[in-house]
């Protein structure tokens, strides 16, 4: 006996609107029974987690911190998935980034300049582009598989970091702890309203996702990506090169990386430390696929994901209820929107060996 | 006109009262662990505190927590959102977390912070710690007269000041039994990893310790001893019940008795800013009962106790020279605290190189 996925020749055009709502309504039935078997009122809990964060101008900000580099991130990737690159190593190139950036602060720190800020900004692109580089140079040349070149390299990345905060940059006054220096006020990318957090970063986000939007849907150069990525070959009749693609949609999506790194070390953190990035990266392949490679969708599924995360923090305050819960409804969450988007699409067949296919189950 | 905005000023003021004397119903105290509060060994330790503070002053207090907060971005949010939730004292139990104390601190002056291990203060933050040296330093004199290799492994997290002062007394506690003895030191580079902190328990064990210490938070390292069949002591929490055979004993931070306090500050109006730095007398760090050890091992580390308790003994009183072999402490001089919280140089008979 078997379990067999079947594509479904008409999927339901309605049910895959509907479905990322469907999903977020039994994830809401889900994680109500599971605060209720632990004893909390499922209302109070599932107010906290998803409407409390939306009523408080702080805590909007704080999603917008928090969704600034998975959007900004995730939108690069988006291209490089949509062209058929495969770019896991997105991690990798935003921490890339973030070290190239602070070259200028750390290294250069009794630099006093307006000229600072750009500089690192620039910098961080071109670092996480060089990173990516990486990857897209050992595909383009050598045949290498993207995913295991560019996924190895992060760790590489990691610890590279790991090594200069603890080494040569470590700060002289931090009591040993492995920090670089403070940035300078000059270093710090600014908040953009003064009420709350947000910094130019989350503009940055937004920009980038728009004009990948409008570049996917309305220039030659968005066509010849999704050619690409449905047919190499259809695309070479049409005179478009895979290769030079691989070189664009890497150093695109490793450009855009590595701006989400200096931003959110310049903007939130304020110096380098051997942790600078709780898994933006990888958050943003989630993101990309939530948002269905589409970069107005990304800027939805990014700042849906950082409400999941601000929630989170708000249920475990007022409930007194473990962070494991969170984690939990969080993967719950994106269970049921893998599984509906599945399940619209393909259906399940139970396949009784020897029987043929007249054993048949239905999806629940 | 001027009545008027007298007027408008004492209604105003008695508003402002009165709000004041409904938030003193209860009085809430936040707590912010960096491990989980169920890791078995240092942010347990501050959530047992809380749990006493909640039973000591009952209905007059109400808690919250949040756990595995990462020291970054992250817990400056965790933090602005405790302050903004009414909490009216909050705990930061992690080094890291100084800045991001320091931080919302400042915008919200209101709110009492109370910031663990730091060295960094303000109106409205003050900082606590405990001198868990004097722990360490028993625990060297048990390791030396325990140890058949003569070596220690020591799993160390950052190369901080408080970290390297652990170091230091203890091998000064252990020298004081046999100097000669040997330590080990490998750096996990965390405080809380127990895949990390397992793996440098195995190759310490591998390099032929006996003797296994910890200044890391899990249970991992003292699971590693148990199966290796070496011996070793817990850390932060009593961690018997992770190695019933392998514990000698373990220093037990009881932060419960100095919660209570603090809070009772802030319900009376007296609370200040204040840099606590609490020893074994003042019960703000116990000794887990001596275990699985000879008798009269088990009688030396009570006597050192005791002297510690009493003041006789201080662990880092001279002759100390440091690693290079330069004088430190002259014979009979004792450390002042300032060098201890600064501390970033070995003892001498310490082969490790300090990570600068």
Redesign the interface.
């Known amino acids: 006996m078997r379990i067999e996925l079947e594509k479904r020749p008409r999927p339901s055009t309605l049910l895959s609107v509907l479905s990322p709502f469907l999903a977020l309504a039994l994830t809401v039935v889900a994680g109500g029974i599971m605060f209720a078997l632990i004893g909390k009122n499922p209302v109070a809990a599932l107010y906290s987690f998803f409407v409390e964060p939306l009523t ?1 101008v ?2 909007l900000h ?1 999603i917008a ?1 928090k969704a600034a580099p998975l959007i900004l991130i995730g939108a690069g990737l988006s291209v490089c998935y949509r062209s058929n690159n495969w770019n896991i190593g997105a991690e990798g190139q935003f921490i890339m980034g973030a070290i190239a950036g602070a070259i200028v602060p750390v290294v250069f720190h009794d630099w006093h300049s307006p000229l600072v800020l750009p500089l690192m900004l620039v910098f961080g692109m071109i670092g996480g582009a060089l990173y990516a580089a990486i990857p897209a140079f050992l595909k383009a040349h050598m045949n290498t598989n993207e995913i295991l070149t560019s996924l190895m390299l992060v760790y590489i990345a990691q610890l590279f970091l ?1 090594w200069l905060v ?1 080494g040569p940059w ?1 700060s002289p006054d931090a ?4 920090v670089t220096r403070d940035f300078t006020p000059e270093a710090i990318l600014p908040e953009m309203i003064a009420s709350g ?1 947000t910094n130019y970063g989350f503009a940055f986000a937004i920009l980038a996702a728009v004009g990948l939007w409008f570049m996917m849907r309305y220039t030659l150069k968005g066509f010849e990506i999704s050619v690409l990525g449905q047919s190499e070959r259809a695309g070479r009749f049409a005179g478009f090169s895979s290769r030079r693609m691989i070189w664009f949609s890497m150093l695109l999506s490793g450009a855009l990386a590595g701006l989400a790194g200096i931003s ?1 070390v310049s903007g ?2 304020g110096k380098l ?4 990035s ?1 898994g933006y990266g990888f958050t943003a392949i989630i993101v990309a696929f939530l948002g269905r490679l589409n970069p107005l969708g990304i800027i939805a599924a990014g700042l849906f994901l950082a409400l999941t995360y ?1 929630g989170g ?2 249920v ?3 409930l ?1 209820v ?3 819960v969170t984690r939990v409804f969080q993967g719950l969450l994106l269970f049921f929107v893998l599984s509906c988007d599945t399940l619209i699409q393909y259906r399940v067949r139970l396949v009784l060996s020897g029987l043929g296919r007249s054993g048949q189950g239905e999806a629940h | 006109m001027k009545k008027l905005l007298l007027a408008l000023a004492t209604s105003a003021a008695l508003l402002g009262f009165s709000a004041a004397a409904g938030a003193q119903d209860k009085t809430k105290v936040c707590f912010i662990y960096v491990g989980s509060k169920t890791d078995g060994g240092y942010s347990e330790g501050h959530d047992r505190g809380r749990q006493e503070l909640e039973q000591a002053l009952g209905d007059k207090v109400e808690t919250a927590f949040l756990e595995n907060v990462p020291e970054g971005p992250d817990a400056e949010r965790a933090i602005e959102r405790m302050a903004r939730s009414g909490c009216a004292l909050v705990f930061t139990t992690s080094f890291g977390f100084m800045d991001a104390t320091i931080k919302v601190a400042q915008k919200f002056p209101d709110v009492k912070f109370e910031h663990a291990t730091g060295f960094k203060s303000s109106e409205n933050v003050g900082t606590y710690n405990a001198r868990f040296y004097e722990g360490r330093y028993i625990q060297g004199v048990i390791a030396a007269k325990v140890s058949k290799a003569g070596v220690a492994g020591y799993i160390a997290s950052f190369p901080i000041p408080e970290v390297v002062m652990g170091i230091n007394a203890f091998m000064l506690g252990a020298h004081s039994v046999n100097p000669d003895f040997k330590v080990k030191i490998v750096w996990a580079n965390t405080w809380a990893d127990p895949g990390k902190e397992a793996d440098a328990a195995k190759a310490l064990a591998d390099q032929g310790v006996d003797i296994l210490t910890q200044h890391t938070d899990s249970t991992a390292p003292m699971q590693v001893a148990a199966e290796r069949g070496i011996k070793a002591f817990g850390q932060a929490s009593d961690m018997i019940a992770a190695g019933p055979e392998t514990q000698l004993t373990a220093i037990v931070d009881t932060w419960g008795a100095y919660y209570i306090k603090r809070t009772q500050a802030v319900i009376d109006g007296t609370w200040k800013p204040e840099n606590i730095w609490d020893g074994l007398k003042d019960g703000i760090l116990t000794m887990a009962p001596y275990t699985n050890m000879p008798d009269d091992v088990k009688k030396a580390a009570e006597e050192v106790e005791a002297k510690i308790r009493s003041g006789e003994l201080h662990p880092f009183t001279g002759p100390v020279k440091k690693q290079d072999g330069s004088d430190w402490l002259a014979e009979g001089e004792v450390s002042d605290d300032g060098t201890l919280l600064g501390m970033n140089f070995y003892i001498a008979g310490i082969d490790d190189k300090l990570p600068q």
Request: hydrophobic share 30%; charged share 30%; aromatic share 10%.
């Open positions: 408080d702080w805590s704080e911190v790991d603890r470590r009591y040993n702890f492995p957090r959110e939130v953190i430390q051997p942790i600078i709780p601000v923090e708000a475990q305050l007022t007194n473990s962070d494991k």
